[in-house]
């Protein structure tokens, strides 16, 4: 009751703001580029084949773009000093972060669907009707990866207490995952091996690689397509050299012995849910206890 | 029961005591004007009793609960207006009031608690962040009214408001108060405190220097005075030592001397006019209630206390000396 009074209260003061516009934006910009440059190259892919590209960009710009909107969430309230008139109102502090979590992911949920509304229209105008379960589940998933980053997001928010820590912890999370993950797993595995990963590797270094809620995206995202998908090339350190072909790089050839449960993709959910539970948690556990003098 | 009760309680910052083992009470339906300059520890208290910031030492309970442990019971009979605060810029006046109404789960009328703290209907619907200090003020104290609280508690009212705005403040506070409504309301100008106030706290450096009522305080500070004296000169007797005398200064030819003992005054002029020095002028002036509160919340309050308890009998004896006044 008090929670969803605070994020009524939020999603209408952030469904004000320009910022959230912009984001909505570039995020329909980016599919229309993609859909088009898809549709100009020489042997179009099917309107579905096209959907499933957009995994990419989700993959850039979605963690971003919820990281924007959530981490102020608490620490700019802290900041200004509004926190003391709602605090002062009777809410719980774990009412707050609630509101504040469903608030936020309100205004992701609300950007994705306008992204994907837009992306349906230039298919169906472009290459004619995709797939409309893919394209619904797509649309889950995606949803489920940005409330996910603003569970993230929002979970920062409440761990600091000022601006340029949160910032930078965001910031810092948005790079390591997007950006350096693999590298990291892979340095893992040769603190462990001494050797850097080659063609046949322990399952864990994969499960390692894929606890990225982004790389654990792309897995769920396969799951709505029903296919494996392409998400962003990560350049892991791995001496492939001894593949013979393509079908040498498929997961199941690579893993030593059996390809245990974990690196199923329905199992990338399981490490989404985590993501989306743990931050927000220890950010709970901070702010209970927090001066918010 | 008492409205707001602390005892000994203490907020530390690493080295630096910001409220020193405080005990203090409040009673049910009376206006308690927390008084202080800026940094003697009063927003800091504010923040422990709406535990918005949890104490180094000691408790707080309000309206019978722990301030710590039972929040929401005592966020859910008060109302709040915080010293330093923003609004939520892009959501309007009203908005703010239909969520403090929601949120307290009160049946106010937003149109009327605008109205009541006189915000410009139309204004109400503008976003906040088009709001003046003065406008964001009223809709707070607005959001405050909500429920119609058992406590308010007020943190500096009045900055920011103009001095109309600050009288219907104050019409407000009365109003409450003859409600029934305890009030607790901090500033660091007096005018502000004794003009709706029952008692007064005074707080310095996070000690409590003075618990009273205005009348109370008016009689502390009737007894004292200040003395100008025109001298040619340097007095050679040493007029600080004198007891009941707070305050020496001088600046050139003048001699400032500050006395909270009636007694002391003759006694300060017979020394100023022995060897070496001449009174030629002499001005009496009666402490203010404003001289009072800067006495306790600066460093001559130490000297004063320290040496008030002594010097009452002493002091009685030496006033059998005539002064000899030139005029």
Redesign the interface.
Known sequence: MSATLVARKDFADAARSRLLWGISALFVLFIGVIVYAAETVGDPPSATATLSILVVPVQLIVPIAALVVGYMAIVGERRSGSIKMLYGLPHRRGDILLGKLLGRSGVMAASVAVGFVAAAALLLVLRGPVDFGSFLGFAAVTALFAMTFVAIAVGISASVSTRGRAMGLALGFYMVFNFFWDAIASGVYYLINGSIPGLEVEAWYFLLKRLSPIQAYKHVASLAFDRDVNGIALFPAEDLSAATGPEDLELANRVIGELPFYLEDWFALVILALWALVPVTIGYLRFRNADLG | MAAIETTDLTKRYGDLVAVDGLSLSVEEGEVFGFLGPNGAGK??TI??L?N???PSGGEARVLGHDAQSE??AV??R?G?L?D?????G??SGR?HVE??I???DADDDPAAIIDRVGLDPEDAER?ASEYSKGMAKRL?LG??LVGDPDLLILDEPSGGLDPHGIQEMQDIVRTEAESGTTVFFSSHILGQVEAVCDRVGILSDGQLAAVDTIEGLRETAGTGAKVTMEVDGTPDADIAEIDGVADVTTDGGTLVVSCHDPTAKAEAIARANGDGATVRDVHIEETSLEDLFTMYTTGADADRTGESGTGRSDADGQTTEQPEVVA
Do not use: C, G
């Not at chain 2, 330093?84 to 939520?88: A, K, M, T, V």
């Open positions: 927003s800091t923040d422990m709406l918005y910031t949890p929040t929401m966020h859910r008060i709040v915080p330093d605060f923003e609004l939520y892009r959501l908005r969520f403090a929601d949120s307290k976003p707070a959001m405050a």
